[in-house]
């Protein structure tokens, strides 16, 4: 379906979409496999000015918005080779850095961060922290004009494919429990810094990793915002990065409801299209539907998010994010189903999504918690934690 | 040097295309228009000149209103504006009239050089070049698979069957080019957000100096009489294997003259 979308926008689609179609899911699959990355990708995207849409122009980006860089995810995704670092690299560092850097700062990274040849990983989640973000224990200490920054991270995406990593972390100072979170560019090959593979069944070029930052000497301009901006300046950056992550899962969907409209107009048993029965085609119909359904949400958080209005966008943020995770989930599912027997097979190249559309139901932040930020702000229910 | 590319929207040939039962014309109302994929090529090969040699690229196309979105698709790749012929009096127009109206049109823009798709995946004539080479005086160097220029010297290799010549003029000079000359590039980003600002200059036929009774049905000096669906493919033959399959499979290949 068509979205209410400037020309330039769903030119934006078509072309990302003819780009996309040029690497397909075979690629995908095959750096993923073979352990390799998907760098050629990236990098023609970020020539092409795909992955900086959403920076100012002054600073090498499009001048776009959120809901340009979703669109290019989610086309990429719906030609089969979606790239999880837009949600990490652009979405949230770059949006970061356009609003709370220096123009210092600004100079020296967004220019690399919009046409793809530098990519930054984004680290919040801590092993026992989970998604309380309250309980964040990486702390930054004052060191002269720097900092010392010391703690643990976990599931961070593409730290080996990144040359520094935005880390979320809290000031020494701020021991009385008041959440006050700082944001600081890490370098990957500071002394002490440290990482761990962690083994996963996804099928994905991009890898996650467990993050050791042992007394990590920082100049002071490493310090993103200002110290005391507090949760305003993490959000800017956590509203996109659910706005990419919806896009991101919408396109997986979307390759996956194609496949599986085409098998079950194709497949013949018994002379018939298996798309001709209604066991088949209803369940089809209703992804398509919920699919659809999370596209306009997502739509509408970015343009809430375009327009300024970062409260609004949150809630919408979340409940499109809830919608694209759930509708993945199932529009994966049933595409294999559909596909019998060949759904897990290799060259149908849907079975490799079975784990990767999970993802969208946990990640950046789960279906649970977004049902908590519901009931309790949108609802206004008590608190459940 | 100034280049003019040729572009022509046509409808999607990877989807279903009809011609109309009235007068049997191709069914552009109900299809996906899209520009003609040779028309890329050619795009690319004047924005590819126009880097190495400086100049001005312009796009021209011959078309109904909704052209439009195929101009600024093209203008989206880089070039720095288009030419527009819009007239309720086109409808119909054969080759001929065609090249009559793009001569026109090139003749007020006075390019060194007129690049275009070696044929249109609609009607596939392969004529345009050879046509407005004609009309305008100019040297038509057809089929390019690749083009090189030096000063006002053009040398082209044009692919044939067996394998290219290689042919050289002076501009000003037609040149029609196969997909094999170059890859399109992608539109950037930037790209897309400047194509809606560049110019558009929409030419009517009185604009042209060309008449309307030159042009469209009654000024065509040809005519589909009729035409008729490509016949369904036959079923082909099954061989089924049951020892002898590898005999039988050399038996139908050399009963088709295939071995």
Same mark, same amino acid.
């Given at each position: 379906m068509t979205l209410p979308e400037t020309d330039e926008r769903r030119a934006l689609r078509e072309a990302v979409s003819a780009l996309g179609a040029e690497y397909g899911h075979d690629y995908y699959v095959r750096s993923a496999r073979e352990g390799g990355r998907s760098t050629e990708l990236w990098r023609a995207a970020g020539r092409l000015g795909y992955l900086g849409v959403h920076v100012p122009v002054e600073y090498g980006g499009g001048g776009g918005g959120i809901g340009d860089l979703a669109a290019v995810c989610e086309e990429l995704g719906a030609a089969g080779c979606p790239l999880l670092l837009m949600v990490v690299s652009p979405a949230i560092c770059a949006t970061v850095l356009t609003r709370f850097g220096t123009d210092e700062q600004k100079r020296r990274w967004l220019p690399g961060l919009a046409d793809g040849s530098r990519v930054f990983a984004f680290a919040i989640t801590e092993p026992d922290a989970g998604s309380n973000s309250h309980q964040l224990t990486t702390t930054a200490t004052r060191d002269g004009d720097g900092w010392r920054l010391s703690g643990r991270k976990t599931y961070i995406s593409g730290v080996d494919e990144a040359e520094a990593v935005l880390v979320v972390a809290r000031t020494a100072?701020?021991? =009385?429990?008041r959440l006050k979170p700082v944001l600081f560019v890490v370098p990957t090959d500071a002394p002490g810094f440290g990482t761990s593979p962690i083994p996963t069944e996804?099928? %994905?070029?991009e890898r996650q990793f467990d993050l050791f930052l042992d007394d990590i000497a920082l100049p002071g301009d490493a310090l993103v915002g200002s110290p005391d901006a507090g949760l305003m300046q993490l959000f800017a950056g956590l509203n996109p990065e659910r706005i990419l992550a919806s896009a991101f899962a919408l396109g997986m969907a979307r390759y996956a409801l194609a496949k599986a409209v085409d098998y079950a107009r194709t497949r013949s048993v018994w002379g018939t299209p298996i798309g001709a029965h209604q066991a088949i085609s209803h369940p089809l119909a209703a992804c398509h539907i919920e699919v659809e359904l999370a596209r306009l949400m997502t739509h509408h958080a970015a343009a809430l998010y375009d327009a300024g209005d970062d409260q609004a966008a949150g809630e919408a943020a979340n409940m499109a994010k809830y919608a694209a995770g759930e509708a993945v989930v199932k529009t994966v599912d049933q595409a294999v189903q559909t596909h019998g027997g060949n759904g897990l097979s =290799?060259?149908?190249?849907? %079975?490799?999504?079975l784990v990767a559309s999970r993802l969208g139901r946990i990640a950046p932040v789960s279906r649970e918690m977004i049902l908590n930020f519901v009931a309790q702000h949108s609802l206004g229910l008590p608190r459940s934690y | 040097m100034k280049i003019v590319v040729l572009v022509k929207q046509v409808p999607d040939s990877g989807a279903e295309r009809n011609l109309r039962a009235d007068d049997n014309s191709v069914d552009r109302a109900s299809a996906n228009n899209?520009?003609?994929?040779?028309d890329e090529y050619a795009i690319e090969e004047a924005l590819r000149l126009q880097e190495a040699h400086g100049g001005e690229v312009t796009v021209l196309t011959m078309g109904p209103d909704r052209a439009t979105e195929s101009i600024r698709k093209a203008l989206s790749m880089g070039p720095d504006g288009a030419v527009h012929v819009l007239d309720d009096a086109l409808p119909g127009t054969d080759y001929l009239g065609t090249s009559r109206v793009l001569a026109a049109a090139i003749g007020t823009l006075s390019p060194d050089l007129v690049i275009c798709g070696a044929e249109a995946t609609d009607a596939r004539g392969q004529v345009m070049a050879h046509m407005l080479a004609e009309r305008l005086g100019f040297a038509a160097l057809t089929g390019a698979r690749k083009l090189t220029v030096e000063g006002a010297q053009l040398t082209v290799e044009r692919q044939t069957e067996e394998g290219y010549e290689v042919v050289t003029a002076a501009t000003p000079a037609v040149v029609s080019v196969w997909d094999t000359i170059n890859e399109p590039r992608y539109p950037s980003f930037k790209g897309i957000m400047a194509a809606k600002k560049k110019p558009v200059d929409t030419k009517s036929l009185a604009d042209l100096g060309v008449s309307a009774d030159q042009v469209g049905w009654g000024g065509s000096a040809t005519t589909v009489l009729s035409h008729s669906k490509r016949p369904a493919r036959s079923a082909g033959v099954k061989v089924t294997d049951s020892g002898e399959g590898g005999v039988a499979l050399v038996d139908y290949l050399s009963s088709e003259k295939f071995v």
């Open positions: 100072d701020e021991r =009385t429990g996804l099928v %994905a070029p =290799t060259e149908y190249g849907l %079975a490799t999504l | 899209v520009i003609n994929e040779m």
